[in-house]
């Protein structure tokens, strides 16, 4: 157990629709990441928040947004939901003093 | 563009066998290296990592090489056993600290270790 949490495990939604992804870091952690990981696609970085602030953007399409809220929960948010979006989407937290990133389990996301 | 290239991309070696994985980067500027392994349906967990002063790290059966003049570094595994079939990422990041140093991964290596 990483200590990362991650709702919900699955998901199963429609083209055109939205959907939150929510990530709970270790305690303590303040930064976290989030990443796509689609068949044979390897992880994608999608954005960093540290302590509530935006630091770093990858791949992320202008449909996703993502906060990083005053608890240090984080919500990744999918709009326009198209069958490509289909992946996992993990979160991962940084430990303070060390570059060990330490991820959720996922959620899986399913566009029909 | 993939800031670390890694390959192959599959991999099937049979019980006691000696997989290797290699990656290669071109960023002189990345300075820690860690190794991921990730199991069906779990995220991925640090494995072991390396800094570039040393040319090589050893944690138990799990051993990286590292080639600054090349940039490139390799995942060894001694004596592979079917526990270590997982997909396995390499990645490569500037610094160890907060901020916007990112750990940019490789594409994976799904290892399959035949009984």
């Known amino acids: 157990d990483s200590g990362v949490t991650q709702t919900p495990k699955h998901l199963i939604t429609a083209t055109g629709q939205r959907v ?93 | 563009q993939q800031q670390v290239k890694q390959s192959p991309q599959s991999l099937i070696v049979q019980k006691g066998g000696i997989p290797i994985i290699n990656c290669a980067y071109e960023n002189t500027a990345f300075d820690y290296f860690p190794w991921y392994q990730q199991f069906p349906g779990k995220g991925p967990a640090l494995l072991i990592a390396i800094r570039p002063d040393v040319s090589e790290k050893k944690e138990g059966r799990f051993t990286i090489s590292f080639n600054k003049s090349a940039k490139q570094f390799s995942l060894h595994i001694m004596d592979s056993q079917p526990g270590d079939s997982a997909t396995y990422f390499c990645a490569a990041s500037i610094g160890l600290g907060t901020g916007a140093n990112n750990l940019f991964f490789g594409t994976g290596t799904r290892l399959t270790v035949i009984p």
Do not use: M
């Open chain 1, 20 to 112: 939150t992804l929510r990530c709970s870091p270790r305690s303590g952690d303040l930064s976290v990441y989030w990443y796509q990981q689609s068949l044979d696609q390897g992880l994608q970085f999608l954005i960093q928040y540290y302590n509530g602030e935006e630091r770093a953007k990858g791949n992320i399409l202008e449909r996703f947004s993502a906060q990083q809220f005053p608890d240090l929960h984080s919500e990744l948010n999918l709009s326009s939901l198209e069958l490509g979006d289909s992946a996992l989407y993990f979160c991962a937290s940084k430990g303070r003093n060390t570059g060990e990133l330490f991820f959720g389990e996922g959620s899986r996301l399913t566009v029909l």
